[in-house]
């Protein structure tokens, strides 16, 4: 911050509960404590919770802008009902804890959930391209920011500039606000296909003005 200041926003990432969660206990442990005590499993969110709203807020002080919130309750994994019933209401506390903008990632097919993230307050959610654009639009309603959702392991590591502007026109068409690949990219993605993301967004917004 101190060398960029606002020339550039400078985003951080503190990981959510349900993320902390696999990490500490083991993906498939702690997915079963959740089916088999459900209020144990609350207790440990509640736990791992201050290590995100701690790690955030520093953060904050040392100047970040906004920071991104990887918490991946993903539908390959868990269900919609799962998100309502362990996270919904964490993630609203988050946005009241932490002061800046945050910005909610979970991977893989998360439509059955979006309806409940834009309830929580929290400004932006960064969707994988599992997900169509249109429909997540459509769920949200506006009432939350959408950033995504260009595919990474095809379109930005295997293909090339033309494919890239085309899933971002997809995206731009859909209604997404920010137009950004749709988790961590691959290291050795060719950074042509990255500089296209922000070329074809300010192509496509000059063909209508």
């Given at each position: 911050k101190r060398e960029y200041g606002d020339e550039a926003a400078v985003i951080g990432k503190t990981m959510?509960?349900?993320?902390?969660?696999?990490?500490?206990?083991?993906?498939?442990?702690?997915l079963l404590m959740s089916y088999d005590d459900p209020d144990g499993t609350k207790r440990c969110l509640d736990l791992l919770k201050e290590a995100t709203?701690?790690?955030?807020?520093?953060?904050?002080?040392?100047?970040?802008?906004?920071?991104t919130l990887p918490d991946?309750?993903?539908?390959?994994?868990?269900?919609?009902?799962?998100?309502?019933?362990?996270l919904r209401d964490i993630h609203a506390e988050f946005q009241e804890r932490i002061p800046c903008p945050l910005i909610l990632h979970i991977c893989g097919n998360t439509l059955d959930r979006m309806a409940d993230i834009a309830q929580t307050?929290?400004?932006?959610?960064?969707?994988?391209?599992?997900?169509?654009?249109?429909?997540?639009r459509r769920i949200t309603a506006g009432r939350i920011a959408l950033a995504g959702n260009v595919n990474n392991p095809e379109t930005l590591y295997t293909r090339g500039p033309d494919e890239v502007r085309k899933e971002v026109y997809r995206c731009l068409d859909a209604g997404v606000d920010l137009?950004?690949?749709?988790?961590?990219?691959p290291l050795r993605?060719?950074?042509?296909?990255?500089?296209?993301?922000?070329?074809a967004v300010r192509d496509w917004h000059r063909a209508r003005d």
């Open positions: 959510g509960p349900w993320s902390l969660g696999y990490h500490g206990f083991g993906v498939e442990s702690f709203v701690a790690f955030g807020r520093a953060q904050v002080e040392a100047g970040a802008d906004a920071l991946h309750a993903t539908g390959d994994l868990v269900s919609g009902d799962y998100y309502r019933r362990f307050g929290i400004p932006c959610f960064h969707f994988e391209s599992k997900n169509d654009p249109a429909e997540a137009i950004a690949p749709e988790c961590a990219i993605t060719r950074l042509e296909n990255l500089r296209e993301i922000p070329k």
